[in-house]
């Protein structure tokens, strides 16, 4: 009897591994590059050190220097060409609609100017793959450690941390993380009316909407290795009115999903 | 300004407007007499009745004014569409960037 019970727990043992396996084999890593040439091949590496397993995507955004040139020499990654330069939320949607064509069950996002340590992403996989949330926001603000950003930026992250606290009564306290995973049914659910301009705050507040969970998890983030970020003084500005706005159009909306079947990507 | 010039000059192009008003002119009276511009009226009386429904005085500031809205009108018209095609461009793109790559891996 006991033997038949001990031989059961093994197998249902070996299930989950192969299960578990499974899973992280279905592993798409988003990489949005504009401009990245500096760091580009050195965070592929390391990602590809850190998931020997998972496939790369690497949108190139219409960059002018030598990004696209870098990603195409390299046969062992996926990469997207767009015709011209999108904006991040371009960058992403391009990469979250690829997802969607193919079977893959979690997306990891990371920047490409070497922000989002590999290292630090298994941690956000850890609850997605345990099916506790759809998406996983890696946030600088929970231990405090790492790089932390701006003075002015941070006050921006607080207003938007008490908005998110107001309407989502869910305190995210790193909302513009772009360091980030998601499970297969949080990204088809955002490839459908996907904020372009300034996504990640919107992101949170769609899914949420949607009633998806979201979940924060501490992460260390290092300052970039090269490049200039895509968000100076006067944008870090538009960037807050913009999401604010957005938010509070989609909050009078009350939750009324715009139809979006007439969109013919959905037949490639 | 020198003293003794006229600071109204008579140039080509005041010549031209005192022809080309001249002309009209001619062409007004014309089309009246074989009661081809009863639409002008039409609209004349319109524009009256709405400037004087607005208490507007001077009538050519009440066709300022429709002009001006319908302008206002058109534009937002305009970012309208506008909208709605860079939706559809991005999507084009979109669309190019994952059709290449599937291409580029079969070769």
């Known amino acids: 009897m006991t033997w038949i019970n001990l031989s059961s727990i093994l197998f249902c043992v070996y299930l989950e591994a192969v299960f578990f396996f499974k899973k992280l084999m279905k592993l798409l890593i988003l990489i ?179 009633g998806l969970r979201i979940k924060e998890i501490p992460i260390k983030m290092t300052d970039r290795k090269g490049g200039v970020s895509s968000i100076n003084l006067l944008r870090t500005y538009y960037y807050l009115i913009k999401v604010l706005l957005t938010i509070l159009v989609n909050f009078w909306n009350g939750g009324r999903n715009e139809s979006v079947s007439d969109r013919s990507h959905s037949d490639l | 300004m020198e003293e003794g010039m006229n600071p109204y000059p008579i140039g080509p192009i005041q010549i031209f407007s005192i022809i080309f008003s001249i002309f009209l002119l001619v062409l007004i009276v014309y089309l009246i007499r074989k009661k081809k511009v009863r639409e002008e009226y039409a609209i004349r009386g319109l524009i009256d009745k709405f400037s004087s429904l607005l208490g507007i005085q001077y009538q050519p500031a009440a066709l300022f004014l429709i002009l001006f809205a319908c302008l206002f009108l058109l534009v937002f018209h305009f970012s309208i569409v506008i909208s709605d095609m860079k939706k559809k461009i991005n999507a084009l793109a979109m669309t190019v960037s994952i059709l290449e790559e599937r291409g580029t891996k079969k070769e």
């Open chain 1, 32 to 210: 949005p590059a504009y401009n990245e040439e500096e760091t580009i091949a050195d965070v592929i590496q390391e990602t590809q050190k850190s998931f020997p397993d998972a496939d790369i995507c690497v949108v190139n955004d219409g960059s002018d220097d030598r990004t696209g040139a870098i990603l195409k020499e390299n046969q062992h990654i996926i990469s997207l060409h767009l015709p011209f330069n999108m904006g991040i939320g371009g960058a992403l949607w391009t990469g979250f609609n690829y997802f969607c064509q193919k079977d893959y069950e979690f997306l990891l996002r990371l920047d490409s100017d070497g922000q989002h340590p590999p290292s630090e992403a298994a941690k956000l996989l850890e609850p997605l793959i345990r099916g506790e949330a759809d998406l996983v926001i890696g946030s600088r603000f929970i231990n405090r450690e790492g790089y932390l950003s701006s003075q002015l930026r941070r006050g921006g992250i607080r207003l938007l941390k008490l908005l998110t606290t107001i309407i989502m009564k869910n305190q995210i306290t790193d909302n513009t993380s772009g360091f980030r995973a998601y499970s297969r049914k949080a990204v088809c659910l955002l490839t459908e009316d996907y904020p372009f301009d300034y996504p990640e705050p919107i992101e949170v507040y769609l899914l949420h909407r949607n």
